[in-house]
């Protein structure tokens, strides 16, 4: 081949022509690739964090069977309810010493069982007997069963259930006989005989209200509501100097603010999601430490109270025990007891 044919066989390669149209073109191209890998990497990433959720939801059990119910908006903390920091004045004793002190009591003398938990009381055993009171006199014992199914080690989940099973219950110390006064309470929980023993307070925890039931007077037999809609969740009940009594508050349901109980009633799905993900101990550490002790006058209204916003000092109140010019506090969420100079507030 000569050479001038070689060159001639050589065709100059075409100049590119760069376009605005080209240039879209390629940017689309890119653009929806980009949003393609986009769309894959979100879609890995929600089924990753989903699904032990979905799997906990079609194959763990969750161990509660909760009922749904609801509560009235919580009484707004104004007035006698006002926040304050009066419980921060309180002082720790034993702190680290004791294991979970809800009841403050003077023991002495020999220890005698009256009534066994597996005796069978109107078809039902007594799993969770809780807290009493006793008449001046020693005749009668007033207590509650707060649950047949569940312990008192599973008190997360007997508030969680709503189980309408608790009881109040009265022993005779001379006949040796129980009687169930009152049934189907959600959590029966602190006992308290008036000064006139003329009628037994009791707190129906899940369901924030204090029921009374008469056991003198025209009234004998009967029952009515105390003090509903309470601002937490009532323990135990335990009398003031001024007459009435004080109670103390497991939880808070504030108001203004975000009440988790109030949220969670009516839900009983939401309710089983989360015991089927936490255990009981984890879902506690979800719940707001808050303090707080209430004084009711005799008639049921508020005298006043003492708050601990966030649980600097007192984390929870399961009892309040006045004593000497004192107030002696305890919960069984701590490892201490605390005791405020009701002079000083």
Request: charged fraction near 25%; proline fraction near 6%.
């Amino acid at each position: 081949m000569k050479e001038a044919e070689g060159l001639r066989q050589r065709r100059p390669q075409q100049p590119q022509v760069v376009s605005d149209e080209s240039r879209d073109a390629e940017t689309k191209h890119v653009s929806a690739y980009s949003g393609k890998v986009f769309r894959i990497t979100l879609t890995t990433l929600i089924v990753t964090l989903l699904a032990p959720f979905l799997v906990a939801t079609l194959l763990l059990q969750s161990p509660i069977n909760p009922e749904p119910f609801s509560y009235k908006e919580p009484l707004l903390l104004t007035g006698p309810l006002e926040p304050n920091l009066k419980l921060r004045q309180a002082e720790r004793l034993f702190e680290g010493k004791l294991i979970g002190p809800e009841s403050i009591a003077h023991l002495g003398g020999e220890v005698e069982m009256l009534v066994s938990a597996q005796k069978i009381i109107q078809g039902r055993r007594m799993a969770f007997v809780n807290d009493l009171s006793i008449t001046q006199d020693g005749r009668k014992i007033y207590f509650t069963d707060s649950s047949s199914k569940w312990q008192r080690r599973d008190n997360q989940y007997l508030v969680m259930e709503g189980t309408a099973d608790g009881r109040l219950m009265e022993y005779d110390m001379i006949t040796k006989q129980v009687e169930v006064l009152m049934d189907d309470l959600r959590f029966a929980n602190g006992v308290q005989l008036s000064p006139a023993e003329d009628y037994v307070l009791v707190s129906e925890t899940t369901m924030a209200r204090i029921r009374r039931y008469h056991i003198s007077g025209l009234r004998k037999g009967g029952h009515d509501i105390f003090f509903d809609n309470l601002p937490g969740l009532p323990d135990n009940i335990r009398p003031s100097s001024s007459g009435g009594y004080w109670v103390g508050m497991a939880v808070l349901r504030p108001n203004p603010g975000f009440s988790m109980m109030d949220f969670l009633a009516p839900r009983p799905w939401l309710k089983n999601l989360i015991f089927k993900l936490f255990s009981k101990e984890m879902t506690m550490k979800f719940v707001p430490k808050y303090g707080l002790v209430l004084e009711l006058n005799e008639d049921g209204s508020i005298r006043r109270s003492f708050h601990d916003p966030h649980g600097v000092v007192v984390p929870a109140v399961s009892e309040a025990a006045e004593h000497d010019g004192y107030l002696y506090l305890g919960s069984i969420y701590s490892s201490f007891l605390c005791r405020l100079n009701l002079n000083k507030v």
